[in-house]
């Protein structure tokens, strides 16, 4: 797959002369939020991780190539063109076939990340294990991943428009530590509480680096998830979001939406029914995440080098 990566010069850069590498996905960027605050967010990250001390590399597919590091023309489109494919593992070989454009999930930036030697990845939330699921099979290739490629993925959980305590069953089952960053709950994206624990609270950029490169040196492949609470002053109500993912399931389940397009479709009704609330703590919770993982890229490769 190596002959299908490209990177930009900044990137490339950084990954030769092994400076600190945080992986970005392009499917928050097409498929995740409205144009212009997608492209507004996409450049405040980057510029948060090289404040941070790493280099951002965000990833996307186009024109037969995955590229690890985009310009800023390229943002553009991933910005606003209305034909941005959503690609996760199932979907790479017949976008980069096709030589289509392609905005890369949690599950496809995973796979572009450690093909080119990235361990750290920031995005808003992890796709799961839908509500239902049990009856729909209705689970994120995310999961799959995380259960076998070697990098971090430092998120705020993931939405209650997902069935969290079979998402984390899950992850126990295929060995992916769910590490609370300065937390020992297990936050539900908009908001900082769900009810449910994290396996391993850890406090600092160091220790999530150790625990890393332990994980990694044991041969234990595989993923882990850094969940990150979204900041206190930019959380919503636990109780109050919950009335309105119930309303976009039931929309959702009357228009007998299915496979890829179900998430996009509810994240899309929650922004709406939260008259753009919601969409301002997905903002903000993606720039904590990307500060957060830019001080675990550092503290991993101070470890490393
Ligand atoms: N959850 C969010 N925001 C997102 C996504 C998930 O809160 O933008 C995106 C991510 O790219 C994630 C993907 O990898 O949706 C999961 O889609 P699916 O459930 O179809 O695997
Ligand atoms: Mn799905």
Known sequence: MKQYLTCTEEVRHALENNQPVVALETTIISHGMPY?????????????????????ATIGIMNGKIKIGLTEAELEEFATNKSVEKVSRRDFPYILASGKIGATTVAATMIAA????????????????HREGEITWDVSADLTEL?????AVVCAGAKSILDLGRTLEYLETHGVPVV?????E???????ESGFGVDFRLDTPEEVATLMDTKWQLGLNGGLVIANPVPEADALNHREIEAVIEQALAEAKEKGITGKQVTPFLLDRVKQLTAGKSLQTNIALVKHNAEV????????HAKKN
């Open 114 to 129: 450690q093909l080119s030697g990235i361990r750290v990845f920031a995005t808003g939330g992890i796709g799961g294990v």
């Open 147 to 151: 259960a076998q490629t070697n990098v």
């Open 36 to 56: 212009p605050q997608n492209i507004e967010m996409a450049k405040e990250v980057e510029r948060i991780i090289r404040d941070n001390g790493a280099v951002p």
């Open 293 to 300: 993982a830019a001080k675990i890229a550092v503290a991993y």
């Open 180 to 184: 609370g960053y300065r937390t020992a």
């Open 186 to 192: 297990f936050p539900s994206f908009f908001a900082r």
